[in-house]
């Protein structure tokens, strides 16, 4: 998935991903570790989908921080 699919996701979305995507990665670390994991790749690849997510969740939360900032700012200067 790539980042800009995940930027179109809305917040639930990409919190029901994130966990998927981390449950995901937990089977494949416990099938590594039997010696039975098909598609070591796999394990990379849901290593770099939950860090794109959590980037992108950071992203938008200093992005509202910031404009909660701007609002009060603009707020108290306006009185």
Do not use: W
């Not at 995507?21 to 039975?36: D, G, I, M």
């Amino acid at each position: 998935m790539k980042a800009s699919e995940i930027r179109e996701m809305s917040d639930e979305q990409m919190a029901l991903t994130l966990g998927e995507t981390a449950k995901n990665l937990f089977h494949l670390r416990v099938q590594a570790q039997t010696e039975r994991l098909d598609a070591p790749s796999e394990l990379l690849k849901a290593r770099r989908l939950i860090a794109r997510i959590k980037t992108i969740q950071g992203q938008r939360a200093a992005k509202a921080e910031e404009t909660a900032a701007t609002a009060v700012a603009a707020a108290a200067g306006g009185n």
